[in-house]
């Protein structure tokens, strides 16, 4: 198997396989054969008779000490996978909201509120007053129902009830899957797996519903403290892939998700002292910050910073021997950079008190100095930029443009230059139409076992050629902005004609002087909270519900137990989701049922697991068709 078609990544394996340096793809082919049991969920480690496994042929044991069989060790392995992405959206939104108390207190001052239309509108939305009320009171109360959000409370998650149509609500309350309590609900979750408590694989599964939507709500939370204190996105042209590196300039990477750090350092790195110290240091071209993963993307799209790459290839932006700083908070960051790190000159810097990495430098981040965290990390780089190695440096001279920043606001904003008094009623008529066939929301990582980026590059051109509308989030917006789908261009080269007629009116309204690009950037994996903003404006305008609309997700390449929560709340709000890499449910024929078609029956949403991504596209296009002529349109 090739290990990437993202011809920088692999300029970069080339020069680890030259000097022996070990990546992902050396670590990934040290454990072929991976473990059979692992991959079907037929291992159980939950408690100290074990670790049990099942034999998926049936010859061997068919149950573990305790009993639990193959249905209930696969459905309690996906709600504890459920349960840990909930726990990290939620600790990233918990972390925003204490940051938006604490601005509102003046105990951080570095995080002014910068979007006072964002604070008023969720405000609005979430039942605070606003009218004749100071910002900061409104920004107290916001963060105080944020908080509220993570215990336990009598009523429903306030960012699920306010943000999604009531057909759903009233779904969720008649499978009894309303979350009250984002921490709360990771605990029943960690609860109802542990030994001996839930044995019903399908109870269990709709145990996982009830977190998925409390992660939901997380992300949610997420979005709109980041558009409140950095700013909400608009669109913005930038460049990604390796070729973002600067061999002139100190180069900084950001990697992670928590834009409290990022931002910060993007600001900081603006400031004219330390370009003066870097120059001086030696970098004719000063600071250049880059971003990978997710952090990458929140400040790609607000402060147009390049993204150098993405999850699976994240050791590649060390391997330039360019790199002077990786600086991470938390989540999707590799323990092995700090491995990497050694072999070059670059620091790897930790900053958060829960993520440290065994030979980084930590410098610790807090509200309260974040700025002097920041010039520290700076100072740190620069120092280490003094070190490089000229011989060692290898940036591959490979970047394409991109787009980025399509939020919600960004999008209805374009929209409305096309019509002012109806902003939605463009994109209606054009899905009515069939110039809009359909929307397909690509979201997650990328994963060491698929060729890199190869699902997205094939499933984007089959859908685009049928006028699917793209919107991408996460990594997936990674892999589309590396490989050239981001900009105009691409629309003119691989869009239908009745999609390209849409981008092009809609760019020219929006005053671009061309279309759309192909894809719309709508930010992080948080941000797929924006992705439902839009649909669930498009449902509530046509008085039809989420599982009524021509709108499919697809996750090519997922990885991570977010990525499981993601796909698990965008079956239950009523999307086919496709998955390009099979899941570890296979040793229960029960839940792989239950999870790729009689969820159906109950959400609307199924999963669809594909490998072959020109069938997965043909499915999501067959998908389309159905629910297009439920809606009694041309199919
Ligand atoms: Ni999403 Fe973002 Fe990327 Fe996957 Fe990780 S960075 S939160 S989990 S790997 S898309």
């Not at 992660?215 to 997420?222: N, T």
Request: charged fraction near 20%; glycine fraction near 8%.
């Amino acid at each position: 198997m090739e290990k990437s078609t993202d011809s920088a990544t692999l300029s970069a394996i080339k020069e680890a396989e030259k000097t022996g340096i070990k990546t992902v793809w050396d670590r990934y082919a040290a454990q072929i054969p991976q473990c059979g049991f692992g991959e079907t969920g037929l291992c159980c480690r939950n408690c100290m008779q074990g670790p049990c496994r099942i034999d998926p042929f049936g010859e061997g044991p068919q149950m573990g000490v305790c009993g639990a069989n193959a249905d209930i060790m696969v459905a309690r392995g996906i709600s504890r996978a459920v349960a840990a992405g909930t726990a990290s959206h939620g600790g990233h939104a918990k972390h925003m909201a204490h940051t938006l108390f604490k601005s509102a207190i003046g105990e951080a001052p570095d995080y002014p509120i910068r979007d006072e239309a964002k604070l008023k509108a969720v405000a609005n939305r979430i039942g605070v007053k606003v009218d004749n009320r100071d910002v900061r009171a409104i920004a107290i109360d916001v963060a105080k129902k944020a908080l509220e959000e993570f215990s336990e409370k009598e009523s429903p998650l306030t960012w699920a009830a306010t943000t999604m149509t009531k057909g759903r609500i009233d779904t969720f309350l008649k499978y009894n899957v309303v979350p009250t309590g984002i921490d709360s609900v990771v605990a029943e979750s960690m609860h109802r797996t542990t030994y001996g408590v839930d044995a019903d694989p399908v109870n269990l599964l709709l145990g996982a519903v009830k977190c998925a939507l409390a992660d939901y709500a997380g992300c949610h939370i997420a979005t709109d403290i980041a558009d409140i204190l950095f700013g909400t996105p608009h669109p913005t042209l930038t460049r990604a892939n390796l070729g973002v590196l600067n061999k002139d300039a100190v180069n900084i990477a950001v990697h992670g998700h928590n834009p409290l750090l990022s931002d910060i350092v993007v600001q900081v790195a603006g400031e004219k002292d330390m370009i003066d110290r870097a120059k001086t240091a030696g970098a004719s071209e000063g600071i250049n910050i880059v971003g990978v993963c997710c952090t990458g993307n929140e400040v790609m799209m607000r402060h147009k910073i390049p993204l150098a790459t993405s999850s699976v290839s994240q050791e590649t932006v060390i391997l330039t021997g360019a790199l002077d700083a990786m600086v991470v908070d938390y989540q999707c960051i590799m323990p092995a950079l700090s491995n990497i790190a050694e072999c070059y000159h670059t620091k790897m810097i930790t900053t958060m008190p829960i993520a440290k990495i065994p030979k980084a430098v930590h410098i610790e981040f807090s509200e309260a100095n974040a700025k002097e965290s920041a010039r520290r990390i700076i100072s740190t780089a620069i120092e280490a930029f003094k070190k490089r190695d000229p011989n060692k440096i290898n940036i591959p001279d490979i970047s394409s443009a991109a787009f980025a920043g399509f939020s919600t606001e960004a999008i209805i904003g374009a929209l409305s230059l096309v019509n002012k008094e109806d902003s939605l009623k463009p994109l209606i008529d054009n899905i009515v139409a069939g110039n809009i066939y359909g929307v397909c929301l690509f979201a997650g990582c990328n994963t060491v076992k698929v060729t890199q980026d190869a699902n997205y590059t094939a499933m984007i051109k089959e859908l685009v050629k049928n006028n699917v509308l793209i919107l991408a989030t996460g990594c997936a917006s990674g892999a589309f902005a590396r490989h050239g789908f981001m900009t105009p261009e691409a629309t003119e080269k691989y869009a239908g004609n009745g999609l390209k007629a849409v981008l092009k009116a809609v760019g020219q309204a929006a005053g671009l002087g061309g279309p759309l690009p192909l894809v719309l950037h709508m930010g992080s994996c948080v941000d797929n909270s924006r992705a439902v903003d839009v649909t669930v404006a498009v449902a509530n305008k046509l008085g039809v519900d989420l599982n009524m609309l021509p709108v499919v997700a697809s996750a090519p390449e997922p990885v991570t137990e977010k990525a499981v929560a993601i796909g698990t709340w965008a079956v239950a709000s009523g999307l086919p989701t496709h998955l390009g890499v099979v899941p570890p449910v296979l040793g229960s024929k029960t839940v792989t049922q239950v999870l790729t078609s009689t969820v159906k029956e109950l959400f609307g949403g199924y999963f669809i697991v594909e490998p072959d991504p020109v069938k997965a596209a043909e499915a999501l296009l067959s998908v389309i068709a159905e629910r297009r002529r439920g809606l009694g349109l041309s199919a």
